[in-house]
């Protein structure tokens, strides 16, 4: 990867730093930093950059967080306005000792971020909130264009990459959201140790939640202390596993060793939008 830097580059450090704002591309490592935002693109982190849970992949850190900050919403409608993005992209740390797990702050800034930016796709990449559907419904209410949450890897694998998240959860978050008409969103990371066999089932079930767009890509480490690299696989593989999914039917698909969620989103949701949305319903 280039090394980070130019003028467009240089004009989202400053956005991001004049707004006191947090992205994921920072907190989490992310090797597309630089090709990303030399875009002009960067994928907002709300909540803080503290997080409550303990990842073996996760480079964000863990421990208590601040309190929140009510201004957030505003200054992440107002950097998106101010880089002039057509799509944007927000995630979050987890936040369990909220009752809500911050549902509420995710609902004001998708407002926010709408009424700065009536044109702007808005992309929600969310953690389970312990699957509170109440917590669900209150982000849902507020419409976001693709609603985003990770599996990250395999059945036999969650419960040590993932220690304070379930498979079958992260399943119903995606279930939930589809039953309500919107888009879904889904990313596996590949490398930790996964089997072959393991893989076709997560992709199995995935597609039983009906979900619309998957990204895969390679595991990195982020520091000694987390979880080792099991395995890197060659680029083909990762085109092989792209063909595979396909032909299982999942609408849009990126693949390959530097793909993340957030990667090209606006690209991977295009295919989505061409024919028109569909109708959302916010009805149980």
């Known amino acids: ?6 003028e467009t580059y240089a004009a989202v450090r400053k956005r991001v730093d004049s707004h006191k704002l947090h992205t994921v591309c920072e907190s989490a490592k992310c090797p597309n930093l630089g090709e990303c935002w030399a875009r002009g693109t960067a994928t907002f ?19 208590r967080p601040n309190e929140l900050d009510l201004a957030e919403p505003e200054r992440v409608a107002l950097a998106v306005k101010q880089m002039g993005l057509n799509y944007a992209v927000i995630t979050s740390v987890a936040r369990d000792e909220l ?26 990449l969310i953690p389970d909130f312990k699957g ?20 990250e890897t395999v059945r036999r694998l969650h419960a040590r990459v993932r220690p304070q998240a379930k498979y079958e959860r992260s399943l119903e978050v995606l279930k939930f959201a589809k039953a309500r008409g919107f888009f879904t969103k889904s990313s596996l990371m590949l490398g930790l140790g996964e089997h072959a066999e393991e893989l076709e089932e997560v992709l199995r079930d ?22 080792p ?56």
């Open 1 to 6: 990867m280039r090394i980070p830097g130019g």
């Open 45 to 63: 982190m709300i909540l803080g950059d503290v997080c409550t849970r303990s990842c073996g992949f996760c480079a964000v850190q863990t421990g």
């Open 99 to 124: 009752v809500d797990g911050g549902a509420s702050v995710w609902a004001e800034t998708i407002r926010a971020v709408r009424r700065e930016n009536p044109h702007c796709r808005i992309e929600t």
């Open 132 to 151: 509170h559907e109440a917590s669900l419904e209150t982000v849902l209410a507020a419409r976001p264009d693709i609603l985003n949450h990770n599996m």
């Open 206 to 227: 995935l597609r039983r939640v009906d979900l619309d767009i998957l990204t895969m890509g390679q595991y990195l480490q982020p520091t000694p202390a987390h979880l």
């Open 229 to 284: 690299v099991a395995r890197y696989l060659p680029p083909a593989e990762f085109a092989e596993w792209k063909a595979r999914a396909l032909e299982m039917g999942f609408r849009a698909v990126e693949s390959g060793p530097l793909v993340r969620s957030s990667y090209h989103a606006d690209e991977q949701s295009r295919l989505l939008f061409e024919n028109g949305q569909r109708e959302i319903s916010l009805l149980p």
